[in-house]
């Protein structure tokens, strides 16, 4: 760290910072947090006590990382073998106490997490996942390795992500829920193993979707969920009966690339 950027960020006696690590100014890190040789914090950027952040990780400005959090650790993951890989976490992202963010498996790869998330207590981000913007993992909340998760999902208290499973846009998901197959955007999805119950109205409304978006959002949902027809079908139905808008073409994108298939709809016994 350059001499000029040591003056311009606060940085605590007791806290270890290796030499080639590269603190912005207004950085503040805390007692007993150890920053390694490879890392990058941008500007105004809050670490407190005992947080480790190693291996090659850039943080970007006006982060606020809590204690006993840890990121950019080897992945729990066998095929590991000590590879140069990558943790990328965007500006005004809070990550809270004990939280775990590991760095991707493979030459070259990498973890990412976008802009304006919250990882509340304990959440954990494993190998190779990639996080949108505005997201939030509520405490305990796990992903395993390569999942996804797009902008403004929201996913409840320990829930489990299986690896690569996608969470579309705007999705919600229950807490303790299970999931094993992708949820389709703007959707709620809950229980063991995940169904989906319904669609997030709260959440498309909250991120300014215009009101015929949402119409059209609900007819989709409701020919993909409620017509009997296959994955294909209700896909090919969908693009000849529902008019197109942003939100619809995204919609269906996501359900031809569902490779692990979708959570289905919750049945009445």
Not at 223 to 247: F, T, W
Request: aromatic share 4%; hydrophobic share 40%.
């Amino acid at each position: 760290m350059s001499a000029e950027n040591k003056v311009l960020a606060y940085i605590h006696d007791t806290a270890v910072v290796a030499p080639g690590a590269r603190i912005a100014k207004g950085v503040e890190i805390g007692p007993y947090s150890v920053i390694g040789e490879n890392v990058e914090i941008g500007e105004g950027t809050k670490i407190g006590p005992h947080v480790v952040i190693t291996g090659w990780t850039q943080i970007g400005k006006d982060c606020k990382i809590f204690q006993g959090a840890s990121i950019g650790e080897e992945p729990q993951d066998l095929k590991f073998k000590g590879e140069k890989s990558y943790t990328f976490i965007g500006d005004r992202t809070t990550i809270r106490e004990g939280a775990t963010v590991h760095r991707a498996t493979g030459e070259g790869e990498e973890t990412r997490i976008g802009n304006d998330c919250l990882l509340m207590a304990l959440t954990h981000v494993a190998h190779n996942c990639v996080i949108g913007n505005n997201v939030i993992m509520s405490n305990l909340a796990s992903l395993a390795g390569h999942a996804v998760v797009e902008d403004r999902a929201v996913i409840g208290g320990m829930a489990g992500v299986h690896q690569f499973v996608k969470i579309g846009r705007n999705a919600m998901v229950g807490g303790m829920s299970k999931l094993t197959q992708d949820v389709v955007p703007y959707t709620i999805v809950d229980g063991h193993p995940a169904k989906a119950v319904g669609l997030n109205s709260v959440g498309i409304s909250r991120a300014g979707i215009p009101i015929e978006s949402r119409r059209r959002i609900k007819q989709a949902y409701k020919i993909l969920y409620r017509s009997g027809l296959s994955l294909a079908q209700a896909i090919a139905v969908i693009e000849q009966e529902v008019d197109s808008c942003e939100e619809i073409e995204h919609f269906l994108r996501f359900l031809r690339v569902a490779e692990r298939g979708i959570c289905r709809e919750r049945h009445a016994d």
